[in-house]
């Protein structure tokens, strides 16, 4: 897949943002979906803001947190999670970040359920060691690595293997 360059990802992310759209791209295939609603940033907050490191886990994940950052994947692929985790702090770059997270968190938008469940393969693919998706309405969570698929039903913690560690809420 060609990649796009830092110029044309910023007109194509600019152009969305003025038609109150998010577009994404995995895998070739690019997706788009409205601006997220009131339950949907609220939510965002919540998990952003309940991200903690694990006291039970060792290590040195800083567990720094960004929203709706915008990713850029090695081949060329460019999504925004809902919920970013880091465990180095973030060059303080305008634009997209080449620097993949260790965990994302996607909140299941009404109407785009299949946008946000396709997410999790892709990520999966592309080395991020956990990959949470949330859907508030039925109040399913799937916490994925590696390994398998656990579901949950929120409220409920989730430790990443990071150390980092995510309440997901009602």
């Not at 998706?133 to 293997?161: C, K, S, W």
Request: charged residues 20%.
């Amino acid at each position: 897949m060609a990649v796009i360059s830092n110029e044309l990802l910023e007109a194509i992310v600019q152009s969305a943002d003025e038609s109150l759209v998010k577009v994404e791209m995995a895998g070739g295939v690019p997706t788009w979906e409205a601006m997220p609603g009131v339950r949907h940033q609220r939510i965002i907050r919540l998990v952003a803001n309940s991200v903690r490191r694990s006291p039970q886990e060792e290590g040195d994940c800083g567990c720094h947190v960004y929203e709706d950052v915008y990713v850029r994947f090695p081949e060329g692929s460019f999504k925004s999670p809902d919920v970013a985790i880091y465990c180095e702090e973030l060059p303080d770059v305008d634009g997209a970040t080449d620097v993949i997270p260790v965990a994302v968190v996607e909140i299941v938008s009404k109407g785009y359920e299949a946008k946000d469940r396709i997410g999790l393969p892709f990520y999966l693919s592309q080395g991020i060691a956990d990959v949470v998706v949330y859907d508030p309405r039925t109040r399913e969570v799937i916490h994925a690595t590696p390994q398998g698929q656990n579901m949950h039903t929120a409220p409920v913690d989730l430790t990443f293997a990071c150390g980092c560690a995510v309440t997901i809420p009602l």
